[in-house]
């Protein structure tokens, strides 16, 4: 499985920025996507934005038009630039790796851990 280290999270007010940053361990120039995942205190974990090797984009609602993800190759590296942070974004981000019938390829990290207040 592919490893996956997140960094990049803090402490930041409401529409603060930050960016976070995942390093993959093995190349990621022929993965079909990668993808930046949130869990909330007492929710799912859910996808935020995913990017495929060609560049296509996706967002989940609540980051669209806030956050942007790209990519990498040269550096196995996946970030997620966010934007105008809420309250609610405040969870610990993941990232991970999807292949083409849209299954996790890798194991889960640690994680990095944002927070929005004021």
């Known amino acids: 499985q592919v490893q996956l280290v997140e960094s990049g999270g803090g402490l930041v007010q409401p529409g603060g920025s930050l960016r976070l940053s995942c390093t993959a361990s093995?190349?990621?120039?022929?993965?079909?996507?990668m993808g930046w995942y949130r869990r909330a205190p007492g929710s799912l974990r859910e996808l935020v934005a995913a990017i495929t090797s060609d560049g296509r984009l996706n967002y989940a609602d609540s980051a669209q038009g806030r956050f942007t993800i790209s990519r990498d190759d040269a550096k196995n590296s996946v970030y997620l630039q966010m934007n105008s942070l809420k309250l609610e974004d405040t969870a610990v981000y993941y990232c991970n790796a999807i292949d083409s019938d849209l299954r996790l390829m890798g194991s889960w990290g640690q994680g990095t851990q944002v927070t929005v207040s004021s």
């Open positions: 093995e190349s990621i120039r022929s993965i079909y996507a």
